[in-house]
């Protein structure tokens, strides 16, 4: 993997060949004086700086953190800050496309997270994007860009991030939790094809993980999409896994199927809109599970504040104690594409259950009284698929029910304030199988800058 960074580090101060010098802006009575950037001229630089701090709080907490690789537990308060510089550059030939190509790191650090016996807090600052592409532009056929490559560490993302988003790992050793600032694999080589209302991918990913919980996990896919409008988007995509046999052995060899719409299909009624996704994850005799989604919303675009009343069922299938095969499905590598999606509650989604062995349904209600704030209210009830895998003593099918309210509000063009609060009463289940009985209370505050 070094030896990848360095090259596409070497490609990177390769974009441009003919050196050239920046020119500052001057008064009109003063003579113009050049200020050299030292980047490479020719090339059409941009600086983005993004920087995040956070405060978070429970009541009645201290519980198993359940996101993938990061074995710690939190205690009632912690407090999380990132920050992201990153440098992008491209340089348009004329005849042969555009090549491009973009550099970030990632520094975060989660403090007061950690009891006294775990150690102390946790720290990092890492590369996080170090990827070069060449895209085609207006060089083939009278599609722009019909074909665009990239290679390095990046992000891919599918749909609404169900399956398939963040491909970083966080929190443990790294910090940075809740924050999320890293999602870039950690080799992603990434083909794209897009004509019309038809597109293609074809990837190879590989998951950046901790250290102390790498799975070995990494895919090949190829996807499809066909888009009508603006409106609608009907998707599939199949991907294979590999992973550690010693740490993830069911995901070794696991192949995934995803059909999914995103649609507002009745032009009378263009402010209703659906969504439904499937997911069928086989492999072997060792697993055969399912989990599929289906929802709907309405904006009243005409009423002030612009109500959008939505509902969404979501059923992820659980292990069969009975049958010796596993059906307990693998939620793989979600990410956070809105509130509510797909980590589901910002208590249970959060910080206690995976999308696995559960049935969750989601009343949503989103206000937009002014163009720099939205927020709204959320409910959700979670229910098991499979009571009996999690114990014999789980006979009740009744986890949780959470009720969360957020608010996001643009300061500035630089700055976004998130306030969330939320409360989750544990259900029959919960005292079957965790002995908990307290309910949930829990508060954020998070602020992000970007320039």
Known sequence: MASRARLIALALSLLALAPAAARAQAPADQATEER????????????????????FGFANSLFQDPKEGTPTNLTDQWFEGAIKPSLSGSRTFAANGELYGRASAVGERT??????????????????????????????????????VTVGKTQYTLGHGLLLWDGAAEGGSRGGYWTNARKAFQFAAIGRAHAGPHHADVAYLDKDEL????????????????????????GVTYMKFFANTAVAPDRDGMNVFNVRAFTAPLVAVSDLSFEFEYVSERNGDFLSSNAWTLGAAYELSDVAWKPTLSYRYALFQGDDPATPRNENFDHLLTGFYDWG?????????EYVAVNSNRISNLARVHLTPTERIGGGLMFFTFNLDQPGA??????????????????????????????????????????????????????????????
């Open 36 to 55: 050299p950037t030292g980047l490479p001229g020719g090339v059409d630089w941009t600086f983005n700086f993004d920087a995040s701090w956070g405060t």
């Open 111 to 148: 403090y007061g997270a950690q009891p006294t016996i775990l150690g102390g807090d946790a720290s990092s600052f890492h590369v996080e994007d170090l990827s070069l592409g060449w895209r085609s532009g207006a060089s083939l056929g009278s599609t722009e860009n019909l074909l665009d």
């Open 211 to 234: 250290l102390e919980s790498d799975s070995g996990t990494r895919l090949w896919l190829a996807n499809y999409e066909y888009a009508i409008g603006e409106t609608s988007t009907f």
């Open 341 to 349: 999606y797909w980590w589901q509650g910002e208590i249970i989604g």
């Open 390 to 451: 999690l114990g014999r003593r789980v006979t009740s099918s009744d986890l949780a029910g959470e009720f969360d309210g957020y608010v996001d509000w643009k300061a500035n063009q630089n700055v976004t304030v998130s306030l969330v609060g939320a409360f989750a009463n544990p259900g029959t289940a919960a005292e079957q199988a965790f002995n908990r009985t307290k309910s949930f209370t829990y508060g954020m505050v998070f602020v992000a800058y970007a320039y």
